[in-house]
Nanobody
Framework: QVQLVESGGGLVQPGGSLRLSCTASGSISSIANMDWYRQAPGKERELVASITNGGSTNYADSVKDRFIIARDNAKNTVYLQMNSLKPEDTAVYYC??????????????WGQGTQVTVSS
C-alpha cells in the first residue's frame, strides 16, 4: 500500500506565493514520474507540472515561468513552488506518483488534494 499526503495549500492574495509538498510513503521500491494536477470547480483535472526521477521537468503553458516543480528522491517528496499567483490558479491541487512496489510494474497513486485559493 502506498499513500501520498499533500500539504501547503491555503488562501493567498494575487501576486503571492505558496509552496506545496507531497510525500509518498508505504511499500515503495522506486518512483518514476511525480506530477501535480489541479481541478477548478466545473472544470476537468489538468496537468500542471511533472518531473522525472532524473529531474527533467515539464509545465503547462499557463504556469510556465511562475511555478517550479522539484523533488527530493531520498524523501520521496515532490514540491510545487507557485509564484505570481493569479485568481485563475484557484483549484484543488493533487499530486500523483507512479510507484513500483514489490512487483515489476509502476502503478499510479494520488494524493487527497489540497485547496489553493487566490483572492484579495
Amino acid at each position: 500500500q502506498v499513500q501520498l499526503v499533500e500539504s501547503g495549500g491555503g488562501l493567498v492574495q494575487p501576486g503571492g506565493s505558496l509552496r506545496l509538498s507531497c510525500t509518498a510513503s508505504g511499500s515503495i521500491s522506486s518512483i518514476a514520474n511525480m506530477d501535480w494536477y489541479r481541478q477548478a470547480p466545473g472544470k476537468e483535472r489538468e496537468l500542471v507540472a511533472s518531473i522525472t526521477n532524473g529531474g527533467s521537468t515539464n509545465y503547462a503553458d499557463s504556469v510556465k515561468d511562475r511555478f517550479i516543480i522539484a523533488r527530493d528522491n531520498a524523501k520521496n517528496t515532490v514540491y510545487l513552488q507557485m509564484n505570481s499567483l493569479k485568481p485563475e490558479d484557484t483549484a484543488v491541487y493533487y499530486c500523483k506518483a507512479n510507484v513500483r512496489s514489490a512487483g515489476p510494474r509502476y502503478l499510479p497513486y494520488w494524493g487527497q488534494g489540497t485547496q489553493v485559493t487566490v483572492s484579495s
